[in-house]
């Protein structure tokens, strides 16, 4: 005995389970993109070989180079970004 397949099950949920509910739309924006916020500076380990000591710099605004200062001496340090190259994160300066 073969079970009928195509019997008039119903598919469709009721209307009432729709009309019941408010999408949320203050919640999440519309298009799924996500909200824009602050992103923090990016920086780079430095080994600053004026002091033997390691600290972070630091990018420009420009964003064309890493740029700070010794935290012992003062010393200023200037790492220019290379475009497309460069495969170390880790600098020495100083
Ligand atoms: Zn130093």
């Known amino acids: 005995m073969t079970k009928a397949t195509n019997s008039s099950s119903p598919i469709n949920p009721p ?4 009309s019941g509910r408010n999408f949320d739309a203050s919640s999440e ?7 824009p916020q602050r992103q923090p500076r ?22 064309t180079a890493y740029a700070g200062n010794c935290p ?10 290379r475009h497309g190259g460069g495969s170390s994160r880790f600098f020495s300066a100083g």
């Open 15 to 18: 209307d009432s389970n729709q």
């Open 29 to 35: 924006p519309s298009g799924g993109q996500p909200v």
């Open 42 to 63: 990016p920086f780079i380990g430095i080994q600053f070989k004026c002091c033997q000591t390691y600290g972070r710099i630091y990018r420009n605004h420009e964003a």
């Open 72 to 81: 012992r001496c003062g010393k200023r340090v200037y790492v220019p970004i």
